[in-house]
């Protein structure tokens, strides 16, 4: 059987959530009358201390939701360049939304305050307004840095100071709190709006969570109307990603410690391979480019080994653990890239 580390949205769903998708309880969602949806959105709420919440299909439904209901036409949104809603979302940004992104320099995850103020546009009437400064926890889907509290409320301020609303796509946020140790409530405190996946390292099969005050909501569920997201009987979903959040968040610090068994593991083959340093939740990147292999040669060898990996760069491969992965497949995986690398 193939051992998969191209991501944890590979992930399946459990057999407790398989049981709880066949009993759910459903009614017509687009209703408003659908049971396990509201408890899910309840639940979620108030596990991050915003007003509601609401179910969407996806990630990436529920960032262009929260954009288009924090912007209007022409906005522009201040993002990292590595995001996910700047680089992996069909230019949905521009073609849906109809916002101009602004991208950005990170360095760890971080911006530098000098580079996001000057990136804020002064008011005119040449300009387009600077409406949305986007974060990501954890950021940079490639490398999963978690982006403590503190460094969120100093970035966040920086915007408010300049009237604009503060957006967090949180698709792997349940791993930035557990890397940071921290509350959900306070990585979600000093943003107007953020999103959550089910998908990754909670293993739910579809889904992915919006949530800010009610009247941001109340806006969303309408834009999620219009893009064709509304549902029916969605508490066949909605049950799964219940299950995925009362069960599956506590053992997400297995998941960390194989990634970094797996940077140890591949650091002692050659350390040039990883910098450990970088490795904080479940992402393993890896740089085969001083040992003069590409990217393709290694995932098709290692693919003749039963293992998957993402390429992400011609020298460097993504490897991120997760509910599939344990510890003897990191080892696996460690020794079949020893064998390749030979
Ligand atoms: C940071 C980030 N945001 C958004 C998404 C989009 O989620 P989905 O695949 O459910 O659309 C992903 C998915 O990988 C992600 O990693």
Aim: aromatic share 6%.
């Amino acid at each position: 059987m193939f051992k998969d580390f191209r991501s944890d949205t590979v992930t399946q769903a459990t057999p407790e959530m398989r049981k709880a998708m066949m009993e759910a309880e459903v009614g017509d969602d687009i209703l408003g009358e659908d049971p396990t949806v509201k408890k899910l959105e309840a639940l979620s709420a108030a596990m991050f201390g915003k007003e509601a919440a609401l179910l969407t299909v996806s990630g990436t439904m529920a960032n262009q939701i929260a954009i288009m209901a924090l912007t209007q036409l022409g906005d522009e949104i201040i993002l990292g360049e590595e995001t996910h809603m700047y680089n992996l979302e069909v230019g949905a940004l521009a073609a849906l939304s109809c916002v101009q992104a602004r991208p950005i320099p990170s360095r760890m995850g971080r911006f530098d305050t000098s580079d996001v103020k000057k990136a804020i546009r002064p008011r005119g009437i040449q300009a387009p307004i600077s409406r949305v400064l986007c974060l990501e926890n954890t950021y940079d889907l490639n490398r999963g840095y978690p982006l403590p509290p503190e460094y969120q409320t100093e970035i966040a301020q920086l915007a408010r100071n300049n009237s604009m609303s503060v957006y967090l796509d949180g698709a792997r946020i349940f791993n930035a709190a557990e890397a940071l140790k921290c509350d959900l409530k306070e990585l979600a405190k000093d943003v107007d709006a953020l999103q959550f996946c089910l998908t990754k390292g909670l293993a739910a099969p579809f889904g992915s969570m919006l949530l800010g005050s009610q009247d941001f909501i109340d806006k969303a569920r309408w834009i999620k109307q219009r893009i064709g997201g509304g549902m029916r009987q969605a508490g066949h979903m909605a049950a799964a990603g219940i299950v995925a959040l009362e069960t599956m968040r506590d053992r997400l610090h297995e998941d960390h410690a194989n990634a970094l068994r797996l940077a140890n593991a591949l650091a002692a083959i050659d350390e040039r391979l990883v910098t450990i340093n970088q490795v904080k939740t479940n992402v393993v990147q890896i740089d085969f480019e001083q040992l003069g292999k590409e990217s393709g040669f290694i995932t098709e060898a290692l693919l003749k080994q039963q293992i998957k990996v993402k390429p992400i760069g011609p020298y460097a491969c993504r490897m991120i653990t997760h509910w599939g992965i344990t510890a003897e497949d990191v080892d696996y995986a460690a020794a079949a890239i020893q064998k390749v690398l030979k």
